[in-house]
């Protein structure tokens, strides 16, 4: 009896985490989770809480929530034979800890959180016995397997190279988010078309918004009244203040407008030509907060 007692807290736990694993993974496949509310579908992105992006974000793909969901189920299955917990919980933990970054971060269910957690915590409990093997061959055994004598050249050879490799990924990646990706205007925002003059014959000639993308070097999006949304191709020239906007991102096209604009506090008036339409036409835009 003194030799099966200490296993029996353990062999609990370990049932406990299975039956948890699976029961979320079934969650997934019956629909009580990686379902959206069709009112959350109707709300502007910038209002979906970060609940249901993570949902709609997860369950718009049905093969990868079903993945998950077989991970898990997996791993619980893993951990129900003696033989298989210490390779179920290796898989597990990365996966749940993952979980449970989403779960804060993203402002999830603090129930499930707390699942989570306590999933986390009974795989870190099962693992403590196999610390020790874990440790060996995670590191000692590495340790072993790299020589032990190199030539002084050969180490700061290699130090050299990890540093790079850390270095220039960081330098390519900084230059191309704020250089290469990022060519920043001043008239970059989203901006409400408040008044057009003189009025167009069709009020579907003139876009309702108008969108100088900050993150996307060039790139201008037209939202129609009708809700559609169109990219173009946008340059100014701060200098004398002169604004184009051609059909297509970055490849240009066909000129759809030509001409200045007037910035003043949160008021954006550009005149030019429109279009096909003859004469200059003057919109005035409204920033939006």
């Given at each position: 009896m ?18 948890l ?28 809480s ?10 718009y793909?049905k093969?990868?929530?079903?993945l ?5 189920v ?8 003696s ?8 898989l597990?933990?990365p ?18 959180l707390?699942v989570?957690i ?20 995670f590191?000692?055994?590495?340790e ?8 002084p ?7 050299v ?18 250089f ?7 008239i ?15 009020a579907g000639?003139v876009p309702?918004?108008?969108f100088?993308?900050r993150?996307?070097a ?5 939202k ?14 701060a200098n004398?203040?002169t ?9 240009k096209g066909?000129?759809?407008?030509d001409?200045?604009y ?6 954006l008036r ?13 919109f005035?835009l409204?920033?939006?907060?």
């Amino acid at each position: 009896m003194t030799e099966t007692s200490p296993k029996l807290p353990r062999a609990v736990l370990r049932y406990t985490i299975a039956l948890l694993l699976i029961t979320y993974r079934f969650a997934k496949l019956n629909g009580s989770q990686f379902t959206i509310l069709d009112s959350e579908l109707d709300k502007p992105m910038g209002q979906v809480s970060g609940f249901w992006l993570t949902w709609y974000y997860f369950g718009y793909s049905k093969f990868y929530g079903n993945l998950i969901a077989l991970a898990q189920v997996i791993g619980g299955v893993l951990l129900m034979f003696s033989r298989t917990t210490l390779l179920g919980s290796c898989l597990l933990i990365p996966i749940i800890a993952n979980i449970i970054l989403v779960d804060v971060f993203y402002a999830i269910d603090p129930g499930a959180l707390l699942v989570a957690i306590f999933i986390e915590a009974s795989l870190l409990i099962i693992i403590t016995p196999h610390a020790r093997e874990l440790y060996d061959l995670f590191w000692v055994k590495q340790e072993s397997s790299t020589p032990t004598k190199r030539s002084p050249v050969a180490t700061i050879g290699k130090y050299v190279v990890r540093v790079l490799l850390i270095v220039l990924p960081a330098v390519f990646t900084y230059w191309v988010a704020n250089f290469n990706t990022r060519f920043p205007t001043p008239i970059d925002g989203t901006w409400d078309v408040v008044e057009v003059s003189p009025e167009l014959e069709s009020a579907g000639d003139v876009p309702a918004v108008l969108f100088f993308e900050r993150n996307r070097a060039h790139l201008c999006v037209f939202k129609d009244r009708d809700g559609s949304y169109e990219g173009h191709h946008f340059e100014v020239n701060a200098n004398d203040r002169t604004v184009g906007i051609w059909q297509q991102w970055l490849k240009k096209g066909t000129k759809i407008f030509d001409g200045s604009y007037d910035l003043s506090e949160r008021r954006l008036r550009l005149n030019g030509r429109y279009g096909n339409h003859a004469g200059e036409i003057a919109f005035v835009l409204k920033k939006r907060e």
